[in-house]
RNA sequence: CGGGGUGUAGCGCAGUUGGCUAGCGCGCUUGCUUUGGGAGCAAGAGGCCGUGAGUUCGAGUCUCACCACCCCGACCA
């Protein structure tokens, strides 16, 4: 991609009440552009990281389930059906604009803020038999909540990305033989993503449903929302929720001696248990023919707010700083009054199938410095008068420059 | 939802005890010079001062209401 094709520019200065890092750099960059409190348009940068995100956890989800793509809308009556309609104060739902015409359609609906309530009576309608089970099920998608308090730009928003894996099976032992195999899962999606040594699982409450504890992934960050305590040597954390003496005794834990510290909640897996095939009605034959409740599980992974974290968590003096595996491209390359060289390694890289990201604007080398440490794409390569028929490497992360044969470039970014 | 703050040019900001033609920087346009860490000079374009009611001879400035956004808390992926 060349610079001069994205109608998106970078910029010098960013408003002052900006203070959430991962708002003001991503601003900044040109990755995103807000539209209300919570609810940010990827642009195309932004979009090249999210996508590389969301690869990374489909990748890994596609091990174990199989996904699709649901509606955003849902009928009242399915929320209604679960009990959720009255009691989830976040869920959002459409009125009609206007009712100009007599024949306009006036019908309400339901932005999903999460789709079990759907996808349940979906898989039920074929799945009656334990010869159907187990199914696992995901999606990666926007969800809509209406938070009382939209904030720190990708961290928590009203409207955002995220991945639900949900699972059927015949028995609770069969729901948590799958839980615990999800576990490995989502340790691989945070090690991909460069945050795996910083990301502990952490025992959280089970909330309204039928299970005690559920299981949280937390990333640790000072500009985290959760305050967790964590057992670095053991590598798991417990959500400050579950620190009380009865939870100290039922664990078997002394918090007293643990480090608290703050955190993101990057995914989350729960045994939801027959909350919702009760509520849907939804059971299966077994070898006898006995209709028994099917057992439920539903894991998540906020692909956006991973995006924020992400930029939180390794974002330097002079912008951002991409793990390789989701850098909007591999390499950014520029020439200083040089573009016809320019064009000629950027064609090269390209033929060569290496991501780049061509700063082909008619500015100044330090206006290009400057926009390249802030988008913070890993390498950053100049050709130059001075570079004659050598290229110059840098990482973002050194002040380190060498000039190399083509070949050696391109040798190096193949890896 | 409680508390605190902010809305003035595309972006970032200033605007005195109410005063006449609303400024500055960035960006943008044109020209010349410059060219390895956000260039210089010159000439331009660009405003319903968030919205609505008041007070006043006169409101960006004072009053009230509303809306939006940011921060702390409560709540939540």
Request: net charge negative.
């Amino acid at each position: 991609m060349r610079v001069t094709q994205i109608p998106f520019k970078t910029s010098k200065m960013v408003a002052s009440e900006l203070v959430s890092i991962n708002a003001k750099l991503l601003t900044q960059a040109g990755f995103i552009h807000q539209e209300l409190a919570g609810a940010y348009t990827m642009l195309p940068l932004g979009l090249r990281v999210l996508t590389k995100i969301e690869n990374i956890i489909r990748a890994q989800m596609d091990k174990v389930g199989v996904e699709i793509n649901m509606t955003s809308l849902a009928p009242i009556a399915n929320w209604q059906q679960s009990g959720r309609f009255e009691t989830v104060d976040v869920l959002m739902k459409t009125t009609p604009a206007n009712k100009v015409s007599a024949q306009k359609n006036t019908t309400e609906y339901v932005l999903s803020p999460t789709h079990e309530d759907m996808i349940t009576p979906m898989i039920a309608e074929g799945n009656r038999s334990y010869k159907d089970l187990p199914i696992s099920v995901y999606q990666i998608q926007t969800k809509f909540r209406n938070e009382p308090r939209a904030k720190s730009g990708l961290l928590r928003g009203r409207e955002f990305r995220m991945k639900d894996l949900y699972s059927f099976h015949v028995s609770e032992a069969d729901l948590m033989r799958f839980y615990e195999a999800m576990k490995p899962r989502y340790s691989a999606i945070y090690e991909k993503l460069g945050i795996g040594n910083d990301t502990y699982i952490t025992l959280a409450s089970g909330g309204d449903f039928t299970t005690e504890y559920s299981h949280e992934f937390q990333t640790v960050l000072d500009s985290g929302e959760d305050t967790i305590y964590l057992d670095r040597e053991n590598r798991i954390a417990y959500n400050k929720e579950v620190t009380s003496p009865e939870d100290a005794k039922k664990l078997g834990v002394d918090f007293s001696k643990l480090e608290i510290v703050r955190a993101s909640e990057v995914g989350n897996i729960f045994p939801l248990m027959t909350k919702f095939s009760k509520a849907f009605n939804y059971t299966y034959a077994d070898e006898n023919g006995t209709q028994n409740p099917v057992f439920m599980g539903c894991y998540g992974i906020g692909s956006t707010r991973l995006m924020g974290v992400i930029v939180e968590k390794f974002a330097d003096g002079k912008g951002m700083v991409w793990p390789k595996a989701i850098a909007p491209f591999a390499v950014e390359l520029i020439d200083i009054n040089a573009h016809e060289r320019g064009e000629e390694i950027y064609t090269k890289l390209q033929d060569t199938g290496i991501e780049v990201l061509w700063d082909d604007r008619d500015e100044r080398a330090g206006a290009k410095f400057a926009d390249a440490d802030l988008i913070g794409i890993p390498v950053r390569l100049v050709v130059s008068a001075k570079t004659g028929d050598q290229i110059e490497w840098k990482d973002r992360t050194s002040d380190q420059t060498q000039l190399l044969e083509l070949n050696t470039v391109l040798e190096r970014l193949k890896i």
